[in-house]
């Protein structure tokens, strides 16, 4: 009895391999055309790896955040215990990070307001310096003026691009943007009124305390001269 040649048998078997590799092919580029791999849940490893990095990423991300409100708020209240005794009269405390007011008579808070703080920016210009911040500490109130006038200062103009005029100029002297009432605290810093009440909640000031319509008002009827403010939160 003869035996089959070896040769036609493995001729055979590579055919046979070579048609399953092509009916592979077209099997895979037929369900890659109705099956992108892209929307493929099952097959996009890549993607939901990438996905799954960036999720651990911003769980981490919220961890740290929570950590450094935890520490703001221990530093905050320790901050508050450096001031002086807080006074059993009124007075008013004010939050430079959340921009809130607080009218208070002993510990109790009797109102709470929505203001606008500085905006803790510096301005340079020619040589000159200007700091945009509202001053931490304890601040009174040393008076209360009624339909207040603005002079414009320096860093004003630079800002807008236009010359400074002379310090006696009456392009200085801007009438209605403080509002009705003002309470000066003393180096340039005042509690006021604005004309963009739509910014109260944002530190976007030059340093003064901005606060709306009625909220002004109510201030300058109630606050007394001398009475004390407590700035805090930066």
């Known amino acids: 009895m003869s035996t089959p040649p070896v040769k036609n048998s493995k001729s055979n078997k590579l055919i046979i391999g070579i048609v399953l590799i092509l009916i592979s092919a077209i099997f895979y580029i037929v369900a890659e055309i109705i099956f992108p791999i892209a929307l493929s849940i099952d097959f996009n490893i890549i993607n939901k790896s990438k996905e799954v990095v960036t999720y651990r990423k911003r769980i981490k991300e919220l961890k740290i955040e929570l950590v450094k409100k935890e520490e703001y708020l221990i530093n905050l209240d320790k901050e508050i215990a450096g001031l002086e005794t807080i006074p059993k009269v009124e007075h008013l405390i004010v939050d430079l990070l959340r921009n809130q007011l607080f009218y208070k008579q002993g510990e109790e808070i009797i109102k709470e307001f929505i203001v606008s703080t500085g905006k803790d920016s510096t301005l340079i210009y ?21 339909d207040p006038v603005w002079y414009k200062p320096d860093w004003a103009f630079i800002e807008e691009n236009k010359p400074i005029p002379p310090r006696d100029s009456k392009e200085r002297l801007i009438r209605g943007v403080l509002g009705d009432f003002a309470l000066d605290l003393g180096g340039g810093i005042f509690i006021h009124g604005t004309s963009y009440e739509n910014l109260l909640g944002r530190s976007v000031t030059h340093g003064c305390i901005r606060v709306g319509k009625d909220d002004l008002k109510f201030l300058y009827e109630n606050c007394q001269l001398n009475t004390k403010v407590y700035i805090y939160g930066k």
């Open 126 to 146: 020619q040589g000159r310096q200007w700091m945009f911040k509202t001053p931490s500490g304890v601040l009174r109130i040393l008076k209360k003026i009624k």
